[in-house]
């Protein structure tokens, strides 16, 4: 029998907040046959503050319920935080879904870089994570790396998607860090992170000291998502089919508003 296009799983693409949009828009160009559910656990944002292992457990929980209700083909964890601490967890909790993770894009900035000195902005979690040394270790030893955890800029982003007002000294604040002068080179690659701050890209750019790269993974881990689900040819987009589920069962006008603008539903 030929696949319909109800007979398609869905993508679930899984975000603290509303960062994971970024990487929904990518997705979307790459998949137009799946449907997508965007689940955003705002009930629990930030994710920066958390004691690990009540994360882990609360992510954990949230999948379990995820995974019956929605039956999804894979899961996008499109953010840092989360998967640099529990990715290793929910494959083994769940060993029959596919999990497609989200962490620094050290790698490829230490590829790119010229100058050798690279920063990566993240959350504070993202930062202390073993899993974030451990990249370096592998990919960037003949980097200069600095991390810049910023406790604000995440919660700073979701305001500024929804259309609030951001001061640049604020923002200023936050990023000035990254940018290193070293022996007359300077940082030329900023790695963003966490799936927020790509909203402010722009902001960023206009404030920076210098030019530099800012790197947005959110293309790659679409691109590796649809290495892993399999093509239909015939298959269309199903209509009204793409909805989000927010954690908290709160949604104000601005986010419904913001959802509608991405196609989906609240």
């Not at 994360?55 to 996008?76: T, Y």
């Not at 451990?134 to 991390?147: E, G, K, N, P, T």
């Amino acid at each position: 029998m030929t696949a319909t296009t109800r007979e398609l799983k869905p993508i679930l693409l899984f975000d603290s907040g509303i960062g994971g949009l970024t990487v929904l828009r990518e997705a979307r160009v790459l998949m137009p046959e799946r449907g997508f559910i965007y689940v955003a656990d705002d009930a629990g944002f930030p994710y920066g503050g958390w004691e690990e292992q009540a994360l882990k457990e609360r992510i954990i929980g949230l999948f379990g319920k995820l995974l019956a209700d929605h039956d999804p083909e894979v899961c996008i964890i499109a953010c840092n935080t989360a998967f640099t601490l529990v990715g290793a967890d929910l494959r083994a909790a769940f060993p029959q879904m596919t999990f497609v993770g989200t962490v620094p894009a050290i790698k490829p900035a230490a590829e790119r870089t010229r100058s050798g000195l690279v920063s990566v902005l993240a959350t504070p979690g993202t930062v202390k994570r073993a899993y974030t040394r451990d990249l370096i270790q592998s990919f960037a030893q003949q980097c200069h790396v600095r991390l810049v955890g910023s406790e604000n800029l995440a919660r700073m982003a979701e305001a500024y998607i929804r259309g609030d007002a951001v001061s640049d000294e604020a923002v200023l604040g936050e990023i000035g860090q990254c940018f290193v002068e070293k022996d007359g080179r300077k940082t030329d690659i900023v790695v963003l992170a966490c799936t927020h701050y790509p909203f402010m890209a722009n902001l960023f750019r206009r404030l920076a000291p210098w030019p530099v790269d800012w790197l947005d993974p959110a293309e790659a881990i679409a691109r590796r998502a649809r290495t892993l689900v399999p093509w239909v040819a015939d298959a269309v987009h199903p209509d009204n089919f793409d909805f989000a589920v927010f954690t908290s069962g709160q949604q104000d006008f601005a986010t419904r508003r913001l959802m509608q603008g991405f196609g989906l539903r609240a």
